[in-house]
């Protein structure tokens, strides 16, 4: 199967990549994997405000994961957290041109950052319950 | 299990007689288990399943029945067929169990692909000490980490199985929550297995190395 340009050009120069802190109080981190062929991908988001100032990931799987991660992480760098949780697999699909077998990789992306902005909002929970 | 139709012997397997010897031409698409004359079960004797094979596979074999003609013929290819794959299927512990919780309802892989946090963290050390091991030098302690991480994985592996077993055994039923268990331990070991597949390639490039 051919990839597109685009995905050719995440996969060969992947923005972002890179580990984050992940015990940063700053730092949200998600991790997701599709069962179905093993890939695991790990994506974090650094947090001001309620703005990400940074993102950084790693992917373990094909072409259109690293793709679909780099893109990702590219997208969400200068976004508030609601404007990140807002963006939908299908963007990742269109902008990468992703055939229909590779549209879990995109839902991985979507998942990821989900779960990273989750996980720094369970970090702050805590937090503002005290004050 | 049900009797031959041409001489009413009690059948071993629904696609042929052993009595007899004819062909039979099941009115519905079986199940793996049926194929081999088996209760659907997790725990399964691999003697016994590899016995049950042999048997059925010379009772369709096609060299018994080309005489007949060129459609007999081609029946017992497509029977011989037809137990390879079910064979092939209840030989694996993974596709049988994968197997077991679809019929009984329960979710498949891509409806359930939700993994702790806490394991999928472990998948990605694996493959960080993968990656590693594919940039170091033959010989380089980064190599060495592999043969200890492919004994930890296949501990692992034995340990999933077994708690495969303790879910899937007696069979639960139809539509229990059980199920999703079980899927969360099928999940566990296509990474184990995925994982294990990358060492085993890294291992033969060393073993045959041809890089240019």
């Known amino acids: 199967m051919a990839y597109s340009k685009k995905v050719l050009d995440h996969y060969s120069n992947p923005r972002n990549v890179g580990s984050l802190d992940k015990h940063a109080s700053t730092v949200g981190t998600g991790v997701v994997g599709a069962p179905e062929c093993g890939d695991v991908m790990k994506l974090q988001i650094q947090v001001e405000g309620d703005r990400i100032v940074d993102a950084k990931f790693k992917t373990f799987g094909c072409g259109s994961a690293i793709a679909s991660s780099s893109l990702a992480t590219e997208w969400i760098k200068g976004k508030t957290l609601d404007e990140a949780l807002a963006i939908q697999n299908t963007q990742i699909v269109e902008e990468l041109s992703l055939p229909p077998v590779k549209i879990h990789c995109s839902v991985l992306a979507e998942d990821a950052i989900k779960a990273a902005v989750n996980d720094y909002k369970s970090k702050q929970a805590p937090k503002e319950q005290q004050s | ?212």
Request: net charge negative; charged share 25%.
């Open chain 2, 1 to 212: 299990m049900a009797a031959c139709t041409n001489c009413g012997a009690e059948l071993e397997t629904p696609l042929a007689c052993g009595a007899c010897g004819k062909l039979l031409e099941p009115a519905r698409e079986l199940t793996p288990f049926e194929t081999l004359g088996l209760e659907p079960s997790f725990e399964l004797d691999a003697r016994e399943l590899r016995r049950r094979l042999l048997r059925a596979s010379r009772l369709v074999h096609p060299d018994f029945h080309g005489s007949s003609g060129a459609g007999e013929r081609e029946a017992a290819e497509r029977a011989s067929a037809r137990l390879n794959s079910a064979h092939e299927l209840l030989a694996d512990p993974a596709a049988r169990a994968d197997w077991l919780v679809r019929t009984l309802g329960g979710p498949s892989e891509s409806e359930q692909r939700q993994m702790p946090q806490a394991f999928l963290m472990e998948v990605l050390e694996w493959n960080e000490t993968l990656d590693a091991a594919r940039e170091a030098a033959p010989g380089s302690p980064e190599r060495a980490a592999l043969a200890g991480l492919a004994t930890n994985l296949r501990e692992q592996r034995e340990d999933v199985l077994a708690g495969l077993a303790r879910l899937l055994v007696p069979l639960p039923p139809k539509g229990s929550p059980t199920l999703s268990r079980a899927r969360a331990q099928l999940n566990a070991l296509r990474y184990l297995a995925t994982t294990l597949a990358q060492i085993d390639a890294l291992a033969l490039e060393q073993a045959s190395p041809h890089e240019a």
